[in-house]
């Protein structure tokens, strides 16, 4: 699967933005998604993830809340919903995709992940 993130941009704190992973192939509704971030000088890190079916839906700490993950499987196409941005959340985001078992929750690591988008550039002024 290939995987194409868009939706980033520039925002003030306390405003919204809408995050879009499109997907490629016709077995989208197979696969769990997510989506990590990548400030600068830090590593990689998990932001939310969703199973195949939108059923189960797994936050970090510091996004819940705030943040909300969803897909339309008809549209091959995953969402991060961004409300109440903060400047720490100003970071390259990318989206995630794994095949895994339909009965598993979504993975929450990065080294579960074997497709990755480019990554799209949130920032967040203060």
């Known amino acids: 699967v290939q995987l194409q993130a868009s939706g980033g941009g520039l925002v003030q704190a306390g405003g919204s933005l809408r995050l879009s992973c499109a997907a490629s192939?016709?077995?989208?509704?197979?696969?769990?998604m997510g989506w990590f971030r990548q400030a600068p000088g830090k590593e990689r890190e998990f932001v939310a993830a969703i199973k195949w079916n939108g059923a189960g839906r797994n936050y970090a700490d510091s996004v819940k809340d705030r943040f909300t993950i969803s897909r339309d499987n008809a549209k091959n196409t995953m969402f991060l919903q961004m409300n109440s941005l903060k400047p720490e959340d100003t970071a390259v985001y990318y989206c995630?995709?794994?095949?895994?078992?339909?009965?598993?929750?979504?993975?929450?690591?990065?080294?579960?992940?074997?497709?990755w988008g480019q990554g799209t550039l949130v920032t967040v002024s203060s």
């Open positions: 995630a995709a794994q095949k895994v078992p339909y009965y598993r929750d979504p993975p929450l690591r990065v080294d579960e992940y074997d497709y």
């Open positions: 192939g016709r077995t989208f509704s197979s696969y769990a």
